[in-house]
């Protein structure tokens, strides 16, 4: 049979049309250079000698020899996790044992007054460039890009990246682990490349470029493409472990030819984000420590920070719930843990066991590229960064799950479902993230966590910074207040060399931030040289200067809008670091002072307009792509996974899939089609020679199940179902009926339920053939790869038309084969 594919259900024929290129020699212009005659110097900078023989003729290497960084610069390790607020790790006081960490900060310093953007992408991008995240076209995370010059998701030319200045001085330059700065419809085999680190200043990749991951069933790329996982979790697989072997094995191969070249590698190892997948020895050494509840942590907490001087004695304790009722999100509520009952208490408490045994055992992967650089003598002369991109996440919702997905797809999560994974939290059977009163708490002393930007609880984060060679002070605080947009200034003057005023031919944007190289040899209380920092994320807003805060009450993604109501509230946080003493009334000439900085720095970095809309709003925004929008779709066997980001999308929608399939073997089997995962998706198989269809709805069990009456044969078959959108459920999931069909005959139906966002951030994109990473169904393993025949093509409509007709043209041309 002929691989080409004609499929049934698209109006006309499928043609594959080859490219015919044309290649011509380009002819050099004879009168170009009169090769008689001497020459001396050229406009690309040769000073050398050129006569017509060589041997009268001078070479001059240094115009075609890359630059060198200079004599004795420093390498360059930072480590940025996600979703750590202050009171987490051990060298603030928290409670997860943290020992590289500690190793860092007891060689180093530890900054207490360090902030973010509140936001995993936007923080990401204000290290990628040094500027702020607006101007980087961040203003919110890939997925929730809008047309506007602030939050279109795409880095201008006129913020170019600092990795790339660092390559073109004589830095190699790696990045491990996280991207989460490629915009959504770019993640794809086909897709563009502009914006993938390799085009930004990086050497090597090897990571995800989505906001998250399956640590079990991660979605990797190397370089610039796609790439299977080296082996399974049963053999022993990590993504924090397989991280850190890439890592070390990168500066092994650069040592192995350019030991004296120094390196920038920019570690992000997707922990602590959701989900929290902690290998069971991790989790257990944290059992029964989070018994006593999060109210209670997070006292214990604050008098540890207290004692350790992270923050000032005098330092109050923010309300876990400071928002008013008709402001305050209802899923970022906390409540009170003497409230809960005993399974509650117990689930909550086993969600930060997991949580901690993640960031710890993610922290000794880290100490083991730690050592490789002591081993090797390069860790004395290595900046080490160590950091966290916004506060603890509150997407868990006040109950917490098992599927966070759930959260992305506005739906509740319930406890009678959670607490029948408690004994495998943290194992590939969840996508688990904790409740909010973690969040809060592991924020503390803060009011609120990530995603409130005009609160320290989403923005002051752990930073600590170790260089033996650079900086005398060992075991030291630093008080001064910066920000994200302040490492790139930082690191350039360790590193000796200046940011262009041009690059390639484009005028730069100024960095947004200043070096915070000078507290390497101030006081721990020195003034900070910072003056002013903006904030605003998710509808969210607030501005830091001169030791004042001014903040917006407003929740974000609440889709409240009416930001010109918005009640303002004002900290002297030099002061008052927890931001519980409100002093609007009492200074209201200062709180107009900081609005109208608020509204200037908005117009200088491109903030407005202010989006609050919500996460099922924002994630599905219609964004441009270079494909046509189209209603049907064919895709083939043996391709890569298509990211959700650019597949069909069958959200909300009546749909079909068809398969045009020849069965050679009386005993065939596998996954003609599937997306999403166990924890949301859909797969139509073949299992016990019956034809299945399932969905997968946010992992909820039991599977939506659709099986054959009657098995299959050796033949030729159009195998499909018909999805019938009938309505929308209380929280926006799709109900309807679903038919199966074995060429125009009906051999299952019943009713379904779709969900109303996507099946997943982690990725686990569509396939024909087999089911990549984490299968969607408990029916078939991954990767259950069709076997006993041949697949012709799988097409998916979402346009309407009926499924008879469809099937009788698929039926037409398959069998003219």
């Known amino acids: 049979m002929k691989r080409t594919l004609k499929i049934g259900f698209v109006s006309c024929l499928v043609l594959l049309c080859l490219a015919l290129c044309t290649y011509s020699c380009k002819q050099s212009d004879p009168d170009a250079q009169d090769i008689g005659q001497s020459s001396s110097a050229t406009d690309d900078g040769f000073k050398g000698k050129i006569e017509l023989d060589i041997r009268d003729s001078k070479s001059d290497w240094a115009a075609y020899t890359p630059k060198s960084a200079p004599k004795g610069a420093p390498n360059i390790l930072f480590v940025l996790y996600d979703d750590t607020g202050l009171g987490a790790w051990s060298p603030y006081g928290g409670r997860i044992n943290m020992p590289t960490l500690d190793r860092l900060a007891a060689n180093g310093l530890t900054y207490t007054q360090w902030h973010t953007t509140a936001l995993c992408s936007p923080t990401r991008s204000t290290i990628l460039t040094g500027r702020n995240h607006h101007l ?17 998701g795409r880095v201008p030319d006129d913020c170019a990246p600092f990795a790339q200045i660092l390559r073109d001085n004589g830095w190699s330059t790696f990045w491990i682990g996280k991207n989460h700065n490629v915009p959504e419809q770019d993640i794809a085999p086909g897709g563009s490349r502009s914006e993938w680190p390799t085009q930004n200043g990086f050497d090597r990749f090897y990571g995800f470029l989505g906001g998250e991951t399956n640590n079990w069933y991660p979605d990797l790329v190397e370089d610039n493409h796609f790439i299977d996982q080296p082996y399974s979790p049963e053999e022993g697989y990590h993504l924090s472990k397989d991280l850190a072997d890439q890592a070390i094995k990168m500066l092994r191969d650069k040592n192995a030819t350019n030991p004296s070249k120094p390196f920038y590698m920019w570690f992000n190892p997707g922990a602590n984000h959701a989900p929290h997948h902690s290998p069971a020895a991790y989790t257990a050494k944290y059992k029964g420590k989070f018994d006593d509840g999060y109210d209670a942590y997070r006292h214990w907490v604050v008098k540890r920070m207290k004692e350790k001087g992270i923050i000032p004695e005098d330092t109050g304790m923010a309300d876990f719930n400071p928002l008013p009722e008709d402001v305050a999100n209802p899923g970022d509520y906390v409540r009170p843990w003497d409230e809960l009952n005993a399974d509650e208490k117990k689930l909550f408490s086993k969600m930060a066991e997991v949580y901690a045994g993640f960031s710890e055992y993610t922290d000794a992967q880290i100490g083991r590229i730690i050592d490789y650089l002591e081993e090797t003598g390069q860790l004395e002369n290595t900046i080490v960064l160590y950091a966290a991109d916004n506060g603890a996440s509150g997407e868990g919702s006040p109950n917490g799950s098992v599927n966070e997905n759930k959260f992305f797809n506005g739906y509740p999560d319930e406890l009678s479902e959670n607490m029948k994974y408690l004994d495998v939290l943290g194992s590939p059977d969840t996508y688990n993230h904790f409740p909010t009163g973690w969040a809060a708490a592991f924020s503390a002393p803060f009011k609120m966590f990530k995603r409130y930007s005009q609160y320290a609880g989403g923005t002051n984060d752990p930073l600590v910074i170790s260089w033996p060679k650079g900086i005398k002070a060992k075991g030291e605080l630093r008080h001064q207040y910066h920000h994200s947009v302040d490492i790139v200034p930082t690191l350039l003057e360790v590193c000796g060399i200046e940011f262009p005023e041009e690059y390639n031919g484009t ?38 200067k001169d030791g004042w805060k001014a903040a917006a009450v407003h929740a974000p993604i609440s889709g409240k809008g009416n930001f010109d109501k918005d009640q303002w509230e004002l900290y002297h946080v030099a002061e008052d670091r927890s931001e519980t003493n409100d002093l609007a009334e009492e200074n209201p000439e200062k709180l107009q002072e900081l609005i109208d900085e608020w509204f200037k720095q908005a ?9 609050d809309r919500s996460a099922a709003e924002l994630l599905t925004i219609e964004r441009p792509s270079q494909e046509e929008k189209k209603d049907r779709y064919v895709y083939y066997p043996n391709t890569a996974p298509v990211p959700e980001g650019v597949a069909v999308n069958v959200r909300g929608r009546s749909y079909k899939i068809l398969a045009n399939v020849e069965i050679t073997d009386p005993n065939v089997e596998g996954v003609l089609f599937a997306h999403g995962s166990r924890f949301g998706g859909h797969s139509l198989f073949i299992k016990d020679k019956k034809l299945y269809y399932v969905y997968n709805f946010l992992g909820i069990k039991p599977e939506q199940v659709f099986t054959s009456s009657t098995t299959l044969k050796p033949g030729k078959y159009t195998l499909g179902m018909e999805f019938t959108h009938e309505k929308a459920g209380e929280n926006g999931e799709s109900l309807g009926n679903t038919k199966l069909y074995i060429n125009e005959d009906v051999v299952a139906e019943g009713a379904m339920r779709t969900q109303p966002a996507k099946f997943t951030l982690s990725g686990d994109g569509l396939c024909v053939g087999y089911d990549s990473g984490d299968n969607v169904s408990n029916l078939y393993e991954s990767p259950g790869e069709f076997e006993g025949g041949t697949i012709q093509g799988v097409g998916v409509t979402v346009e309407g038309t009926p499924y008879v007709n469809l099937e009788a043209e698929a039926k037409r041309i398959m069998m003219g084969q």
């Open 136 to 152: 980087n076209g961040m203003a919110s995370i890939t997925e929730t890009a809008d047309g506007y010059p602030g939050s279109n």
């Open 507 to 544: 005028k730069q944007t100024p960095l947004s931030g200043i070096s915070m190289a000078y507290t390497f040899d101030a006081a721990p209380n020195d003034p900070t040289h910072k003056e002013v920092q903006y904030y605003a994320m998710l509808g969210t807003r607030g501005i830091w």
């Open 603 to 611: 117009e200088i970095n491109k903030v407005l307009p202010l989006d």
